[in-house]
């Protein structure tokens, strides 16, 4: 299968440095001096598609602008782009969720994908008015998904549940195609759901031999509910010429960031309830002299941003090997990101695809259309036959 790749919308804000946020921690705390208008966003928006990115992913929460939103804005300016849409479902009904999947698909003609995120923060769950605890966030995303997913296939719905209760809900038009369902997790508790209703099962960046073992982890509670589920990883990405002009611009990305910046935002992180967070931190340990975890694999960017904290960094090649490696265990779908997000999405691609797709790995979307007509130069006169001798 060959590799499927998505870039990232920066709506808390874009710059030349490391923006943070994420996981209850402020937007902008290392800086953001591009703010996320559509302009801007739409700027990598367009350039993500022209370069061959399948998709983009948009985040949620409270430190950036509201996915729904920004990305239906950004579909006008836009004419095959996906749109990964991430949201929380226990802060919209699942028949109002359905419905505005089904909505944005007519609209967009096709274009959504959803990225459920159960959320792992409970004090910024409670400032949207959300009071259970972790394990019953994902007991009642088990039962959201349950409806949303019997809605799409046309079914009135009647659910009486722990968390959620619907009374002959029914959607007045179908979603055509059905949204994908992204969902990540490395929790006990979030294995089962993924399991039972994702199509895309999402890791943050780890180390090959973590990433495997989770895989196994996620693969064996697939195949107990009898599914067949396909794998992505979340990555940020610094590529270059060489390795070392890559290398170089990872240091001078931490280079201006104090210490006590860094101190304050691990001290935040810490008090974070999601394993995935926590899998970030033991990374690094908040220390700077230990940030190549495994070959070309940085976690510089989880020293001052929640989520997703590691990134790829090397030469083109160096990169085309390390996602090689990835997708030799089975991860076909990449969401990369890199500071600032519209220069970066240009390096990856006019570096590293032309590589991946020389060994097979990756193929442009638009490679199937057909050619376009040759070019008819105006005002010559076409060649006349001549006759026959």
Known sequence: MTLTFHWFLPTNGDSRDIVGGGHGLPAGAAGGARPPTV????????????????????????????AWLTTAMLAEVTERLKFLVAFRPGLLSPTLAAQMASTFQRLSRGRLLLNVVTGGESHEQRAYGDFLDKDQRYARTDEFLHIVRALWRGETVTHHGTHLRVEQARLAARPDPVPEIYFGGSSGAAGPVAARHSDVYLTW?????????????????????????????????????????????????????????????????????????????????????????????????????????????????????????????????????????????????????????????????????????????????????????
């Not at 989770?214 to 990405?237: P, Q």
């Not at 790995?361 to 005002?379: G, K």
């Open 205 to 389: 960046g780890e180390p090959p031999q973590q990433v495997a073992e989770k895989l196994t982890r996620i693969r064996g509670l697939a195949a107990e509910a009898g599914r067949h589920l396909r794998y992505g990883i979340r990555l940020h990405v610094i590529t270059r010429d060489t390795s070392e002009q890559a290398w170089a611009q990872a240091r001078r990305l931490l280079a201006g960031i104090p210490d006590a910046d860094i101190a304050a935002v691990q001290a935040g992180l810490a008090r974070s309830e999601s394993e995935g967070q926590r899998r970030m931190i033991a990374l690094h340990g908040g220390a700077r002299d230990r940030l190549e975890v495994a070959p070309n694999l940085w976690a510089g960017v989880g020293l001052v941003r929640g989520g997703a904290g590691t990134a790829l960094v090397g030469s083109h090649a160096e990169i085309a090997d390390r996602i090689a490696e990835y997708h030799a265990l089975g991860l076909t779908e990449f969401i990369l990101s890199g500071y600032p997000h519209l220069e970066e999405a240009y390096w990856f691609a006019e570096g590293v695809l032309p590589i991946l797709r020389d060994r097979g790995l990756w193929t442009h979307p638009l490679a199937e259309r057909a050619d376009p007509a040759p070019t008819q130069v105006p005002f010559t006169t076409p060649p006349q036959p001549t006759a026959a001798s």
């Open 39 to 66: 302009a801007y966003l739409g700027q990598i928006a367009r350039s993500a598609e022209q370069l061959g990115f399948v998709g983009a992913l948009t985040p949620t929460g409270a430190w950036c602008e509201d």
